[in-house]
């Protein structure tokens, strides 16, 4: 069996690759159905991209890498095809776009757009071994327990990254990029939970409180969640790309707040008032007694020095933790790092040095923000590389 281009992997990134590439595509997935990483997204309702959509937003060896096609497939053009499509959506906080309705309608519009490029799509279909003459991509595909031979004049690589195992996520983008001499950035999981020794926040568990979290590298205004394991919630998870295995992070308890001022104030007119006391006002009641093991919070507020009122700030201002390490895989949402954007083209994603491969999504060294970023990505790399697939093709 030719075709022109085979797509592995069919999810965010690969669809809106095939819905771009032309007639002559086939794409593939060993899952029984297609975008379960959108069908789970949002709670079920599908955070599909993000309206504050900038490359700052996202984390790469070479920060300038994601422009070329944030630039030609952007939020707004996203946007547009979703509206098209009579899908109705809400802005929820900081950007964030999300369906009305199931997010099996972003599911069912990009199979609607890659039927209507005249693309095939394969499901419960394994690779079973793949080469390269030079010219074509031969692959050996089985599907319903029967081989069959694919060749195929382009490869596109989107079969993710290694988060959320269970979901059959593996490393198999790296290991064909590894075979073919591409290079690769050390893969680790982001925006996922951490976790700390001895069950440390066990007792908290389910408490969230608006944090600002922040280390070397970055800061987030979000809320934290506690949990039996650690730290979870948005500004956990947003660090967490940020964070390397043994570094400190730091948690402003009251972001936007002037704790200084406030127990100054307190210190005036409710003196005799204990500290523990005064603090289960401006932080939940339940931290407090955890933040007591810790930090000397003995006495009045009346008793406070300046130098007391400066050292309890600086204490709850920035709370230094060190977490144990994080959930992994398992729950992490996205795989940092992946094929390096040195060995691919930016306009493209095609490998500068085996021309008809291409890498997209998460199989690259480009990750997001939590927030719809990251599936911002997938379409602007998968519409990125089916043009220029579709338009190849028109020249020859």
């Known amino acids: 069996m030719q075709i022109e281009t085979l797509i592995l992997g069919a999810g965010a990134a690969g669809m809106m690759c095939a819905a771009h590439a032309g007639p002559g595509t086939l794409v593939i997935d ?14 079920g309702r599908c955070n599909f991209t993000n309206l504050g959509v900038v490359p700052g937003c996202f984390l790469s060896q070479n920060p300038h890498f994601a422009k070329s096609a944030l630039a030609r497939y952007t939020q707004w053009d996203f946007i547009e095809l979703v509206s098209r499509h009579g899908i109705a959506w809400h802005e929820k906080t900081l950007g964030q776009l999300f369906c009305d309705g199931k997010a099996t309608q972003i599911v069912d519009m990009l199979r609607h757009e890659m039927t209507a490029a005249g693309a095939e799509l394969w499901l419960r279909t394994a690779l079973v071994d793949l080469s390269h003459d030079g010219a074509r991509f031969t692959a050996v595909l089985e599907r319903e327990g029967t081989r069959r031979s694919v060749s195929a004049r382009n490869l596109v690589l989107a079969t993710g990254g290694r988060s959320i195992p269970k979901m059959g996520a593996s490393g198999l ?6 075979r073919f001499g591409l290079d690769l950035v050390p893969q680790r999981p982001g925006l996922v939970p951490f976790t700390f020794a001895d069950g440390r926040f066990a007792t908290l568990a ?58 100054r104030e307190a210190r005036r007119s409710r003196g005799r008032r204990a ?18 093991q810790e930090i000397d919070l003995s006495g009045n ?9 400066d050292a309890l700030v600086q204490a709850l201002k920035s709370w230094e933790l060190r977490p ?17 954007t040195d060995a691919l083209s930016s306009k493209s994603m095609e490998a500068k040095a085996v021309p008809g491969l291409f890498a997209i999504g998460e199989a690259v060294d480009v990750t997001g923000w939590l927030g719809g970023y990251n ?7 998968g519409a990125a590389c089916g043009r220029h697939i579709a ?6």
């Open 30 to 43: 060993h899952a029984k159905a297609p975008g379960e990483k959108i069908r789970i997204s949002g709670g």
């Open 173 to 178: 983008a790296c290991d064909i990029a590894r």
């Open 206 to 263: 389910g408490l969230s409180l608006p944090v600002r979290m922040f280390n070397e590298r970055a800061g987030f205004d979000e809320a934290m969640l506690f949990t039996h394991r650690g730290l979870s919630g948005p500004a956990v998870l947003q660090l967490s790309s940020y964070w390397h295995e043994g570094e400190p992070v730091q948690v402003d308890l009251l972001p936007g707040t002037d704790l200084g001022a406030l127990l």
């Open 275 to 292: 500290l523990v006391s005064e603090l289960q006002g401006p932080l939940p009641a339940r931290l407090v007694p955890l933040l007591a």
């Open 301 to 309: 507020i009346g008793d406070l020095s300046d130098l007391r009122v």
């Open 324 to 340: 144990q390490g994080t959930e992994g895989y398992r729950t992490a949402e996205v795989t940092l790092g992946g094929i390096s």
């Open 375 to 381: 599936f911002q990505w997938a379409w602007s790399s």
């Open 391 to 396: 338009q190849s093709a028109t020249s020859r």
